[in-house]
Nanobody, 117 residues
Framework: QVQLVESGGGLVQPGGSLRLSCAAS????????MNWYRQAPGKERELVAA????????NYADSVKSRFTISRDNAKNTVYLQMNSLKPEDTAVYYC??????????WGQGTQVTVSS
């Protein structure tokens, strides 16, 4: 059974940093493209960062480029999202997603990130 468990969220001041982790189990992690999405109150879920190929190419939302970095450790079945220079508008629930080569998508339960002074 595919399982994704996010961690690392919390309350941080503007300008601060957080690193989110997503631990995966129940599938061949290295074969899946891993993504991070977020959903702020009253807004639609949006893609934040993604691996776009097995070769490791990545894509970021314009709003987070140069501040966020997605990475993965296939040996640990974990994907990370390093978030620097956080802004209040980054406040959201952050979700990890895994996409299989045949299109199947799984979601984690989400982790809250709040950026506030």
């Amino acid at each position: 059974q595919v399982q994704l468990v996010e961690s690392g969220g919390g309350l941080v001041q503007p300008g601060g940093s957080l690193r989110l982790s997503c631990a995966a189990s129940g599938f061949t992690f290295s074969r899946y493209l891993m993504n991070w999405y977020r959903q702020a109150p009253g807004k639609e879920r949006e893609l934040v960062a993604a691996f776009t190929s097995a070769g490791g190419s990545t894509n970021y939302a314009d709003s987070v480029k140069s501040r966020f970095t997605i990475s993965r450790d296939n040996a640990k079945n974990t994907v990370y999202l390093q978030m620097n220079s956080l802004k209040p508008e980054d406040t959201a629930v952050y979700y990890c997603s895994a996409v299989a080569p045949w299109g199947y998508r799984a979601w984690g339960q989400g982790t809250q990130v709040t950026v506030s002074s």
